[in-house]
Nanobody, 121 residues
Framework: QVQLVESGGGLVQAGGSLRLSCAAS????????MKWYRQAPGKQRELVAI???????NYADSVKGRFTISRDNAKNTVYLQMNSLKPEDTAVYYC???????????????WGQGTQVTVSS
């Protein structure tokens, strides 16, 4: 059984910063890409940032230059440093990991439960 547990969300004023963490635990053989998504009320879930197992990153245009994704492979943890936050960044943030539980299983997506980020103007 695999669990992804996010932490670090909260309420912050516009221009402030938050750092989200997501730790994967359980029966994990290997983790490929790790991602952060977000979903604002009434909107579809959108991809915010991705980091590959080799450390390559990519970002949504709306967060480029403000957000930084990173990972600690030894801890099976992905981070999202969010700076210069704007009210439009308000959403529930979800982490996602593409992983295998044993060497012979397929790669599967696993999701965290989400953490609320609220940016006040």
């Amino acid at each position: 059984q695999v669990q992804l547990v996010e932490s670090g969300g909260g309420l912050v004023q516009a221009g402030g910063s938050l750092r989200l963490s997501c730790a994967a635990s359980g029966s994990i053989f290997s983790i490929n890409a790790m991602k952060w998504y977000r979903q604002a009320p009434g909107k579809q879930r959108e991809l915010v940032a991705i980091v590959t197992s080799g450390g390559r990153t990519n970002y949504a245009d709306s967060v480029k230059g403000r957000f930084t994704i990173s990972r600690d492979n030894a801890k099976n943890t992905v981070y999202l440093q969010m700076n210069s936050l704007k009210p439009e960044d308000t959403a529930v943030y979800y982490c996602n990991a593409d992983l295998k539980t044993t060497w012979h299983t397929h790669w599967n997506d696993y999701w965290g439960q989400g953490t609320q980020v609220t940016v006040s103007s």
